[in-house]
């Protein structure tokens, strides 16, 4: 089933009114071809209830078909809105599954994937389908309500659709329609592993609307095969209607091997791993080249041989990053890592002297093929040696103790969040770590990273508990001060001259009033010029941030111990 259009299933449900298509419709040819290509798709149809059109998909172990199993499985009486019960008899009690009465022997020994469910008490669940629940927990799925769908993540971070619930509107008489599909391989992990076949019971009933009044003694049902296992009856009646009832039992699961590989995530043969080349820095051979970062040519400091070693640098451009502020719901970048969720992870990457970005070839073979590419289109040689904490860090395994302010004035507010003082607080748990150094010399990046900072530290100023606290100790604030201000205010209150105090929040008040510049008169003159002020005084907007990070994680020490003795 395509679930970009889902409307091709539509012929099968919309009655002609043509009197020659009619007839040829009720023989029912197109039904036959519809399983039997359908089945072929990568999300298939586990359950339809349509005009005219019934479907419904179960699993069971895994059968052989022969005249007795074939005969056994058309007697299916089964719907979706069977469920586990308690049944009883005049001294007994004992629970019923779902398929126990489902008019066979294979299916009552099956599981159900769908169970249509009904509630008179809330009005939105008058209808409504569960997945069950093992199959969910195993496949790794949630119910995300807005798109209508039990969802998990692929490789790449991004909400995979694994079973769809579509609701089709607007049919002829105002009629409607429910299809749920699955998705074949990921069940076919499940199936695979659990040993079942996937059978789908389907009914056409097609008839003239308006002049049907049952199907009394009429013809003979007609037994038929089909491709792709496919055993049901037919029983036409020529200018009055026709009704087929079958099964469609197909084995689609995912063989054993491959599901042990993909969760140990090896390769398998027919789907190789692949691994992007990069410009790096073989320091092992003392020469810059392109090199794979297959980790089968490259070795580690315990084996003899002329490939580079793992750890070999390859260096990017800067730009390579701001795919991973882009979305921080998605992309979690931290000082020196990022990651995307429940995908990948790099474990680390530094800045060098240079601006540029740079990391291993043996972390980069982590990453998924598409997201190698990714960091390929950044790739170049390196302008500068690796940074200084890199080299401490990682090939002298010492612990880095240089300064880095974003990194103290984050540790900084997070103590003071943790310790629950009156005058500060967090107003949002991810503000932290949505706050970076700018990479590249982009003004829009440094604007949107300003932001982040005024967000994370001038709003976390608490204006009512600082204008009590200033009252309380005798000073009479403005009732316009604002945050930074009234911190003014108790910073005076507690013995600072009124220049120091002023002087202490400065560089809160130049980060808001950058903000305000930045971001709300972006095009304007003032903009530009702060932004021409910045790059002549330090160069590039990284360190202009640095210095305001580093001003503003100075102020907030003294003010933290100024109101500890206050």
């Known amino acids: ?318 730009e390579v990053l701001l795919k991973y502020k882009s979305d921080r719901e998605k992309y979690q970048l931290e000082n020196r890592s990022v990651g995307c969720r429940g995908a990948w992870h790099l474990k680390t990457f530094d800045i060098n002297t240079a601006g540029q970005v740079h990391t291993y070839l043996i972390y980069l073979s982590h990453l998924p093929y598409e997201e190698q590419l990714h960091w390929k289109q950044y790739n170049e040689k390196p302008k500068a040696p690796l940074s200084e904490r890199a080299i401490t860090t990682d090939f002298e395994g010492q612990f880095y103790d240089g300064y880095d302010p974003l990194s103290s004035l984050k540790h900084k507010l997070e103590n003071l969040h943790r310790a629950k003082v009156g005058w500060w607080t967090l107003r949002d748990q991810n503000v932290p770590k949505k706050v970076h150094y700018p990479f590249t010399s982009s003004s829009d990046e440094w604007a949107e990273e300003v932001l982040n900072l005024d967000q994370l530290v001038v709003e976390g100023f608490e204006e009512k508990w600082l204008r009590n606290k200033a009252k309380e100790m005798g000073r009479t604030p403005d009732i316009k001060l604002r945050g930074l201000k009234l911190t003014e205010e108790c910073l005076i209150a507690v013995g600072f001259e009124e220049e120091h105090a002023h002087l202490l929040m400065s560089p809160f008040h130049e980060v808001h009033n950058l903000r305000s510049i930045l971001k709300g008169h972006a095009s304007g003159s003032e903009a530009e010029k702060v932004k021409k002020e910045a790059l002549q005084r330090f160069g590039s907007f990284r360190q202009h941030f640095e210095h305001l990070c580093a001003a503003c994680d100075d102020s907030l020490e003294t003010i933290i111990e100024a109101f500890q003795e206050g």
Not at 19 to 25: I, M, R
Not at 141 to 146: D, G, L, N, T
């Open 1 to 318: 089933m395509d679930l970009h259009n889902p409307e091709k299933i539509l012929p099968l449900s919309i009655e002609p009114d043509q009197k020659e298509v009619f007839n040829v419709w009720i023989q029912q040819g197109d039904v036959l071809h519809f399983l039997e290509k359908e089945i072929e798709d990568e999300n298939i149809i586990i359950y339809a209830s349509l005009p005219h059109v019934f479907i419904h998909a179960v699993l069971i172990p895994d059968v052989k078909l022969n005249d007795s199993t074939i005969e056994d499985l058309l007697g299916w009486s089964h719907n979706p809105y069977s469920t586990w019960g308690i049944a009883c008899s005049q001294d007994d009690a004992w629970i019923e599954g779902p398929l126990s009465s489902a008019g066979s022997k294979a299916l009552s020994k099956g599981e159900q994937i769908i169970f249509g469910r009904s509630f008179e008490g809330v009005e939105s669940k008058k209808r409504y389908f569960e997945l069950e629940q093992k199959i969910s927990h195993i496949l790794g799925v949630h119910f995300i309500s807005e798109r209508n769908a039990w969802c998990r993540l692929d490789k790449f971070g991004d909400l995979e659709d694994v079973v769809k619930i579509i609701e089709l509107r607007g049919l002829p008489n105002n009629e409607t329609g429910t299809i749920i599909t699955i998705n074949k391989w990921i069940l076919g992990e499940y199936t695979g592993v659990c040993i079942f076949s996937l059978i789908r019971m389907f009914d056409f009933t097609r008839y003239k609307s308006g002049s049907f009044s049952g199907w009394g003694n009429r013809n003979e049902p007609i037994k038929f095969e089909g491709k792709n296992n496919i055993f049901g009856s037919l029983v036409v009646s020529d200018d009055y209607g026709s009704y087929s009832r079958g099964f469609q039992l197909t084995n689609i699961s995912v063989p054993k091997e491959k599901v042990i590989n993909n969760m140990w995530g090896r390769p398998t043969p027919e789907e190789p791993k692949q691994y992007a080349t990069f410009i790096a820095h073989d320091w092992k051979n003392k020469r810059i080249a392109e090199i794979s970062c297959d980790p089968s040519c490259l070795a580690n400091y315990f084996t003899e041989s002329d490939l580079p070693f793992e750890i070999t640098p390859a260096f990017f451009r800067p």
